[in-house]
């Protein structure tokens, strides 16, 4: 699913003025997430800014970047929103995705597991942060073209025409949302920049990065063994994963969406055992080591994948 991907960024924070244009890892914050989001090729990425002066420097630092920008009012946001779809009315498109710039870390395998749930739910609107299980600051909400245009004629609230999707949020009947499942209870973690406190914490967890701007989230969470010795984790690329084919490999490194396929999920329990899953049309083939520990395996995913939406049924498991 091909979308316009609209950053929405300003200088004018409350609480923190100026953050998005803080260095992190070498880089201007804002500068540092359309990095990071540069191997999206799912659609055009644009900073969606204010027409204030103070917001000059932003368009420019987009601009530098190779990103086209957008630029309305201050405090609208909405109405900025459908600025950047008119701009892009040449483009081939009807789904329009929100990040904003106090989230640097976002990850474009997360954009495209979003992109990949709306198109298969036919939502109005899809997200990963109402049931929080994702870190807050790897935020993404997908609109439909339509349902945006919607909220922008009808939405009078000053939050639902300065946070965007309340308008679509509180309507659910009349525009159907799917919820993005991490697979994996993170939701306590805090990415986000909103105080100077967040940004040292955020340099903090990229610092020991090899290649902050490339490094997947998942590799940002801590690594520590899973609880309890034999509870199944989402894998990362650095665990050990004993007579796992490449593709499986692939799938621990870039998660679902990305990577080789066909695998798509790997958890582990980081003591040698891991066990992967085909994802296709909410039904999930699973392929696992060792052989010994099948049983075990099939029954800790099947409670991990239970509160995964994206996944309805544990259909066979197949021979390692």
């Known amino acids: 699913m091909s979308a316009l991907v609209v950053v929405q960024a300003r200088m004018g924070s409350t609480r923190f003025p100026g953050k998005v244009l803080e260095p992190l890892a070498g880089r201007p914050l804002l500068g540092f997430m359309l990095e990071r989001l540069a191997p999206f090729d799912g659609g055009p990425v644009v900073v969606a800014t204010s027409d204030d002066a103070r917001d000059d420097r932003i368009a420019a630092l987009a601009r530098d970047c190779g990103v ?3 630029r309305g009012s201050e405090s609208d946001v909405l109405s900025r929103f459908v600025d950047a779809l008119d701009a892009f009315d040449s483009f081939d498109h009807d789904t329009v995705v929100r990040l904003t710039a106090d989230c640097p870390l976002a990850d474009p395998l997360v954009v495209g597991d979003a992109l990949a749930l709306h198109a298969r739910t036919g939502a109005a609107y899809t997200s990963n942060t109402l049931l ?11 609109i439909t073209a339509s349902a945006l245009r919607e909220a922008a004629a009808h939405a009078d609230g000053a939050d639902e025409r300065e946070h965007v999707t309340p308008y679509l949020q509180r309507r ?3 525009y159907p949302i799917a919820q993005l499942d991490s697979g994996s209870d993170d939701g306590a973690r805090r990415w986000t920049i909103d105080e100077p406190a967040d940004l040292a914490a955020v340099r903090t ?5 090899a290649d902050p701007v490339r490094v997947p989230w998942r590799d940002l969470v801590d690594p520590s063994p899973a609880p309890g010795g034999g509870t199944l984790v989402p894998a990362r690329a650095t665990d050990d994963l004993p007579a796992a084919p490449d593709s499986v490999r692939d799938a621990a490194r870039e998660w679902f969406g990305g990577g080789g396929q066909p695998f798509a999920r790997v958890y582990t329990d980081r003591a040698g055992a891991w066990i992967a899953l085909e994802v296709h049309d909410g039904r999930a083939l699973a392929t696992l080591h060792p052989e010994s520990e099948r049983e075990r395996l099939l029954d800790e995913v099947r409670a991990v994948i239970a509160a995964d939406r994206q996944i309805v049924e544990l259909s066979r498991a197949s021979p390692s």
Not at 132 to 142: K, N
């Open 132 to 142: 929080r299980t994702f870190p807050d600051g790897l935020d993404v909400e997908v």
């Open 205 to 209: 967890l990229v610092s020991g990065a």
């Open 68 to 70: 086209d920008v957008v």
């Open 172 to 174: 659910p009947d009349r």
